[in-house]
């Protein structure tokens, strides 16, 4: 009898864990009127516990589903073993993850940082402290993680950016190729609000953590991240700046961003 009643009670532990799961969720964004497809990860939920949560934005073209295809192959296993909720939101083909002053219904920095979150905070078991909830992103989402993490300082604990978009005085015709004058207008006109260098005063009393890494022959992006580092440095503002082999591509930034993550859950701990 007694064995059995030990048996029954280890049953109910494991009924009552919930199984990881890769949930496919359309969110609502008031300020754009509009549903957003996000994909949520967790490990296997346990009663009574909370988590930690990573917002991870995707660069330009890019969506949730390449990132756990392609971006961050090892994305669903991280999540198992660092015991981290990872948000992955859709920031359209070439939002800029910006607060659009010409598009309407392009409002992503409001949405990611404040309507995404209340919602991961109300439907999912995540911790509420701003220790334990980062972002980060690469290429157009590194530029977005940069701004959003810094703007929402009480939101988020960690920033990181991998091969980022971090200077659109250095952009040339790519302004218009990546279809940043479509969000931001003409780049004459550009409100200096949207460049990544108006940010830094603010990070200096934030009380967050900052990791930047770029690959040595990415040609687009290593020169405004070195110079966003050597301001940053200047100003001494405690971060972390990595460079390492690699151009701008997938292998590189899967790479980076795995390693990151890992730098996310010692934080987290």
């Known amino acids: 009898m007694k064995k059995l009643i030990n048996i029954v009670i280890v049953l109910t532990a494991f009924v009552q864990g919930s199984a990881q799961k890769i949930i496919h969720q359309e969110v609502f964004s008031p300020k754009m009127n509009k549903k957003i497809k996000t994909i949520i990860i967790t490990p296997t939920i346990q009663p009574n516990t909370t988590y930690p949560s990573v917002y991870i934005l995707h660069g330009f073209s890019g969506n949730p589903d390449r990132i756990i295809k392609q971006d961050i192959p090892d994305l669903v296993k991280k999540a198992q073993e660092y015991k981290t909720i990872y948000v992955l939101p859709d920031g359209n083909y070439s939002s800029w993850y910006v607060d659009s002053p010409i598009v309407k219904d392009s409002q992503y920095q409001t949405f990611i940082g404040k309507e995404l979150v209340d919602f991961i905070d109300k439907n999912y078991p995540v911790k509420s402290e701003k220790k334990y909830r980062g972002i980060m992103g690469w290429s157009m989402g590194g530029y977005g993680a940069t701004n959003i993490g810094v703007t929402y300082s009480k939101t988020f ?32 006109s550009l409100n200096p609000a949207f460049l990544t260098d108006t940010k830094v005063k603010l990070m200096a009393g934030a ?21 966003f580092h050597n ?9 972390l700046y990595i460079e390492s082999l690699g151009v701008h591509d997938p292998a590189y930034w899967s790479q980076s961003l795995s390693n990151q993550l890992t730098l996310f859950d010692k934080y987290f701990k």
């Open 157 to 188: 604990g960690i920033v990181g950016s991998s091969c980022g978009a971090l200077d659109f005085n250095s952009f040339g015709e790519g302004y218009q190729k990546y279809m940043v004058n479509k969000v931001l207008g003409p780049f004459d």
């Open 207 to 227: 009380g967050q953590r900052y990791i930047f890494d770029c690959g040595t022959e990415d040609v687009q992006m290593i020169g405004q991240n070195r110079k």
């Open 231 to 239: 301001k940053l440095t200047e100003l001494k503002i405690e971060h």
